[in-house]
């Protein structure tokens, strides 16, 4: 059906129409003028219900991009629940879970200031898709079965199995976002699978899908003192030795909700949760609340993953092949940021994209600094899950834990992505050092030191990260040092991630040094405890004078260029008291439905009016003339 003697050619061809492929498919369709697309994937156009993905909740990042980026505000707050943040839970019994009261909480307590959503994976891919066609992408309904990656700027062919015919695609630039089909990924030997290669993160999952459930079973909504926002809308994690559950809403209508587990394999092994029915009876021993919760709707299907984890060598080669979401990498789920490392790759590559067809000299440049960005910054998402196989079910180290990785997600990292930092070609070198000292040295020592208090079997308290009377003042981790929310700091630049980094480094050693007291006493002197605290303030003193620079350089920048120019266009607004007509155009629109012939278009209003009026004086004459002879004839 598709054969071509002469093959198309694109500026992208997008393998797999999966979240990956349908979101870069828009992106680039945004953000390049007339750039020609291609999109593959086996799947109907039209998804089943069967047709159901993981990757349902997303988190800031992700929000923004699909909001923001993507323009989607509307049609995510119409066709998808909303969420309301993240919420923990450890049994207070691990042998009696049957309702939320047998748990310690940490509730999301408000509505945060950048919305999230969570999100029916089959329904966003399949209307992506049509707004992405409706843009000009060429969908192909087939199956990639080969690539041929030709070095450099040479281009490249797709080989795709439509129906029973086959038919190649040239590219200039190719995208995997075939998911776990690996296409490049298997080609180029650049996977990394095992846990030598993922600081030692050895998970599997298990999963079901659940609709019309009875939510009351989890809880009523009836929290007056508690919170500010709903319970059920956030992403819930239960937790116990070695392992988490996920519990995500994903549809409101059908009140379908996805229940998963992350187990390591070190404390619970694939054979003992690898069926439905291990599952179910993992719940029913484990976390009797989500048993009930299960079984009060209607199973609409079970999946078993074996190995989650993995990631890849590269994510953008200078031979213009690129792999992203799945194809490239995914630790654990832990704080839903598969879309978010999406959300900062495919910006990335619509970059190098956009670069590179223009013909810029620094194109190459950008391809290696964003390709180092992305790897660093999914190389921290791999980290933040080391060691949770001893941590997860200590309810009172996993609070520290969560906190502190509260503290750098909602200081740094949403507003370096806000202020397209992870595009900027000076700030990336010095970010990806900084991490890289930071993951070999503190972050290894303070994770060690979580496993050490696990150990021992210490409460060192229960630390809330999304309360403001735990740590200094009202600090609290989600704030982000920079107004860039409120005065709409969204070009690149402008909102000031120096103050973000300085802040959150000096609460981080505020943090760190109650930790230490908590935990290790007077250990706390210990010289590399000593040496890890001064680190952080000396990291805080850098980011100040690096913030000094950025303000200089940047002091003439507005805020935001669209309010500068309304305010300058304002200079010259005058207060008019008036209003435009507007009877006469009634009188137009009544004419016109009873005398379309006089009456003829709007710009015959006047004329109209005026006959209107020369009729009505006419006729007020006549009367004047009939009255005045019939005084006449009755005075004689
Ligand atoms: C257990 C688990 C839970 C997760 N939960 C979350 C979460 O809550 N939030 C989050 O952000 N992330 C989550 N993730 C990560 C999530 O997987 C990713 O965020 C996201 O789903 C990846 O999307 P993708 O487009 O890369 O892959 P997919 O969604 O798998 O898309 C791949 C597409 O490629 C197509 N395809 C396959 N083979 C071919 C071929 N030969 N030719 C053409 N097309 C092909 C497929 O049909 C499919 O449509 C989770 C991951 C796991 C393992």
């Known amino acids: 059906m598709y054969h071509t003697q002469s093959p198309e050619e694109y500026d992208v061809v997008i393998m797999g129409a999966g979240f990956v492929g349908v979101c870069q498919a828009r992106h680039l369709l945004l953000n390049i003028p007339n750039i020609k697309i291609a ?72 509505q945060t200031l950048l919305a999230s959503f969570q999100m029916n994976r089959a329904k966003f891919e399949r209307d992506l898709l049509k707004m992405n066609k409706a843009m000009g992408a060429v969908f192909y309904p087939g199956r990639v079965v080969d690539v041929d990656l030709t070095p450099g700027d040479a281009i490249k062919t ?93 549809e409101k209508d059908s009140k379908e909700i996805s229940i998963g587990i992350s187990q390591h394999r070190s404390a619970i092994p694939d054979n003992q949760i690898n069926t439905q029915e291990k599952f179910y009876a993992f719940l029913k021993a484990n976390h009797k609340i989500l048993y009930w919760l299960v079984m009060s709707g209607e199973n609409v299907d079970f999946h078993y993953l074996p190995r989650i984890s993995h990631t890849s060598k590269t994510f953008f080669s200078p031979d213009n092949w690129y792999v992203l979401g799945d194809a490239a990498c995914i630790f654990d789920p832990f704080y839903s940021l ?46 933040l899950i080391k060691e949770h196989d001893k941590q997860l079910g ?72 999304y309360r403001a009377d735990q740590l200094l003042g009202n600090y609290h981790p989600l704030e982000h040092f920079d107004n860039f929310v409120e005065n709409t700091k969204l070009e690149p630049r402008r909102c000031n991630i120096f103050a973000c980094m300085k802040y959150t480094s000096f609460y981080t050693a505020i943090w760190y040094a109650l930790f230490l007291w ?51 266009e304002f200079t010259t607004y005058r207060h008019q008291p008036q209003l435009q007509k507007w009877i006469e155009n009634v009188e137009v629109s009544v004419g016109k439905e009873f005398n379309r012939s006089v009456v003829g278009a709007t710009t015959n209003a006047p004329r109209v009016v005026r006959e209107t009026k020369e009729n009505n004086s006419s006729f007020h004459s006549s009367l004047f003339t009939f009255s005045l002879l019939y005084t006449i004839y009755r005075i004689s």
């Not at 349902?56 to 989607?72: D, H, I, Q, T």
């Not at 795709?160 to 200039?172: H, P, Q």
């Not at 495919?346 to 223009?358: D, H, M, N, P, Q």
């Not at 810029?360 to 910054?377: Q, S």
């Open 394 to 465: 200590n309810a009172s180290i996993m609070s520290w834990r969560i906190y502190q990785d509260y503290m750098w997600w909602f200081g740094v990292i949403v507003p370096m992505y806000a202020g397209k930092w992870h595009l900027d070609l000076d700030f990336i070198p010095r970010y990806v050092k900084g991490v890289q000292t930071n993951l070999n040295g503190y972050s290894e020592h303070l994770c060690q030191q979580f496993s050490e208090l696990v150990a021992q079997g210490k409460n060192i308290g229960f630390m809330d990260c």
């Open 39 to 110: 999109l593959i994937d086996p799947r109907p156009e039209e998804r089943t219900q069967k047709d159901l993905k993981l990757g349902e909740s997303m988190v800031e990042v992700a929000a923004l991009f699909v909001g923001k980026e993507l323009g989607l505000y509307d049609y995510m707050t119409e066709n998808h629940p909303p969420k309301y943040g993240l919420n923990f839970h450890w049994a207070k019994d691990p042998t009696k879970t049957e309702t939320t009261d047998d748990y310690y909480h940490i509730w999301n307590n408000r």
């Open 518 to 568: 908590k935990g290790f006493g007077f250990g706390l002197l210990k010289p590399r405890n000593l040496y890890y605290l001064f680190y952080h303030l000396n990291n805080a003193i850098q980011c100040a004078i690096g913030e000094i620079i950025y303000k200089r350089f940047t002091k003439d920048l507005p805020a935001n260029s669209q309010i500068a120019k309304m305010r300058q």
């Open 158 to 250: 797709v080989k795709v199995k439509v129906e029973d015919s086959y038919l190649e695609l040239r590219a200039k630039h190719v995208i995997d976002g075939a998911g776990r089909k690996f296409i490049i990924g298997k080609k180029t030997d650049n996977l990394l699978f095992g846990a030598e290669n993922l600081f030692g993160v050895d998970t599997g999952s298990a999963w079901v899908r659940v609709k019309n459930v009875d939510r009351t079973i989890f809880h009523n909504g009836y929290d007056p003192n508690g919170a500010t926002c709903s319970h059920y809308y956030g992403t819930n994690h239960w937790f116990g030795h070695g392992h988490w559950l996920w519990m995500i809403p994903t």
């Open 338 to 383: 598969g879309t978010t490392m999406i959300a900062f790759a495919i910006e990335s590559v619509t970059e190098i994209v956009r670069a590179k067809l223009a013909g810029e000299p620094d194109a190459e440049r950008k391809r290696a600094a964003y390709n180092e960005f992305n790897l660093t910054y999914t190389r921290i998402n791999n980290h």
